[in-house]
């Protein structure tokens, strides 16, 4: 087993700065070369403040500004236009940064691309679904309509 510190939110593992412990070949040959964790060390307590420091930063200071936001996003649609074939299939694939760059034009605030998570891929006209993690227990659903461009 190794232990690790988390860099970023890996689903069903932890959060940022969280000290855990997985498998070698987990860590070795995911977690690691992706960036979603460092090796743990004695030293290491500096570095998992700094983590939860930063994390704590991108958070939403208060629980009501929090949910004001989660209301916003899930009342309704946000629409993303993007080039698209005849048939509807996309010319690449829609990412967490497109759809902070949508919300905002929206003109529904500032989102940030890491507490976006896209429940499957975009790759497609139509509706889709992003979880946002606002704060610790409140998450934001967000319905994204993917429009061709003219």
Do not use: C
């Not at 969280?18 to 290491?44: C, H, M, T």
């Not at 998992?48 to 994390?55: G, L, N």
């Not at 698209?84 to 691309?113: C, H, P, Q, W, Y």
Request: proline share 3%; hydrophobic share 45%.
């Amino acid at each position: 087993m190794s232990k690790l510190i988390l860099t970023q939110d890996v689903t069903g593992l932890g959060a940022p700065g969280d000290v855990i412990e997985v498998k070698n070949g987990f860590a070795r040959n995911y977690l690691i070369p992706q960036g979603f964790a460092v090796a743990w060390s004695r030293g290491g307590e500096k570095q998992v403040d700094s983590i939860k420091a930063a994390r704590a930063a991108r958070e939403f200071a208060t629980i009501e500004e929090a949910q004001d936001l989660k209301a916003r996003l899930e009342a309704g649609p946000v629409t993303l236009t993007v080039k698209a074939g005849a048939e509807g299939r996309l010319f690449g694939s829609v990412k967490t940064v497109d759809v902070a760059n949508a919300v905002a034009a929206a003109g529904l605030g500032s989102i940030d691309k890491r507490l976006l998570e896209l429940v499957a891929p975009i790759k497609g006209l139509g509706q889709h679904e992003a979880i946002l993690k606002l704060r610790d227990g409140i998450v934001a659903t967000i319905t994204i309509s993917v429009v061709a461009a003219k």
